[in-house]
């Protein structure tokens, strides 16, 4: 099994920038992407940031040239680097191991003040 713990959110000004960490133990070799989803109040768990093992990227069209999403596979970490923050980018974060089963982390609040 794999276990995913996060870190890094917070409280932030719009046009700051918060890194987000995630870190995978037990059974990493089985993990093919990581990424980063989010959840705001009332809506639906959307895609943030996506990269496989060998290093593609995606990104949500709303966070393109903002954020940016790397992996250190030695670690077995993904960082989530978030630039030029928006009060619209005030949700819960998940980070996702996409394994044998998708797994899910606990979450973690980033709040941006406008």
């Known amino acids: 099994q794999v276990h995913l713990v996060e870190s890094g959110g917070g409280l932030v000004q719009a046009g700051g920038s918060l890194r987000l960490s995630c870190a995978a133990s037990g059974s990493t070799f089985t993990i093919n992407a990581m990424g980063w989803y989010r959840q705001a109040p009332g809506k639906q768990r959307e895609l943030v940031a996506r990269i496989t093992s060998g290093g593609s990227t995606n990104y949500a069209d709303s966070v393109k040239g903002r954020f940016t999403i790397s992996r250190d596979n030695a670690k077995n970490t993904v960082l989530l680097q978030m630039n030029s923050l928006k009060p619209e980018d005030t949700a819960v974060y998940y980070c996702?191991?996409?394994?044998?089963?998708?797994?899910w982390g606990q979450g973690t609040l980033v709040t941006v003040s406008s």
């Open positions: 996702n191991a996409r394994a044998v089963l998708d797994v």
